[in-house]
């Protein structure tokens, strides 16, 4: 593990995501990093109107945003934020917004880390303030396990070195599992059970969504 902790500070990771739906995966991943990187919390963040996202139908806010809370609700060590979905439509939210909120939110008493995953890391250079990102909070770049880790040296190592010594690399094989697997089953009429939490099932079946 490369990225070191300033003592004496909460350490909290910031999940980002659609989550449209949420499922097992984000939760193994969240748990695994906490424990990994012993995290006293893990904030799930869902999207608001994130500016790298593929066009596409995206579930209605509320909708992402309970199905989060009824997947996480049982993990002390979790919570749900509203900070991007809260934001008006038309606004588009970018990391270093999010991040810099929760600084504001912990009063600068925490240690900040942001998951995502190794392939998200690797645009990294495009995104918005990005220098000031990665001197505001650490990433932890999750992945499945035989992912070529050549990548982020060839991309990020040549144009900025020293972001490198601010990104950890934690290989979670549950990643496999995606939401558009999920989606796709859901619309086939195919069963879902075990990639996503039974509440979370119960949920798109009584709101009718993916169909």
């Keep these: 593990m490369t990225i070191q ?10 999940m980002g995501g659609t989550f449209d739906p949420i499922h097992m995966a984000h939760l193994v991943t969240a748990e ?20 790298h996202k593929e066009a596409r139908n995206v579930s209605d806010q509320e909708h992402r945003y309970l199905m989060t809370e009824l997947a996480t609700i049982s993990n002390p060590y979790f919570s749900v934020s509203r900070v991007e979905i809260d934001r008006p439509d038309d606004e588009l939210t970018y990391t270093i ?14 240690n900040i880390y942001f998951i995502t995953g190794a392939d998200a890391i690797l645009e990294i250079l495009t995104w918005k303030d990005y220098r000031e990102l990665l001197s505001i909070c650490s990433f932890i770049a999750v992945t499945r396990p035989g992912y ?21 690399i934690l290989e979670i094989p549950a990643v496999a599992i ?4 999920i989606r ?4 086939e009429g195919k069963p879902i059970k075990y990639l996503a939490p039974e509440a979370v099932t119960q949920y798109i079946v009584k709101h009718g969504l993916y169909r």
């Design 5 to 14: 902790k300033n003592p004496g500070k909460l350490s909290v990771g910031i």
């Design 32 to 51: 695994e990093v906490r424990i990994q990187f012993d995290l006293d919390r893990v904030v799930f963040v869902p999207s608001g109107n994130p500016p």
């Design 97 to 110: 917004d999010t991040i810099r909120y929760f600084h504001q939110h912990f009063e600068g008493k925490a």
């Design 148 to 168: 070529c880790l050549s990548k982020l040296e060839e991309t990020i190592g040549e144009a900025c070195p020293e972001a490198l010594c601010n990104i950890d």
């Design 178 to 181: 995606s939401s558009t697997l």
């Design 184 to 187: 796709s089953r859901v619309a």
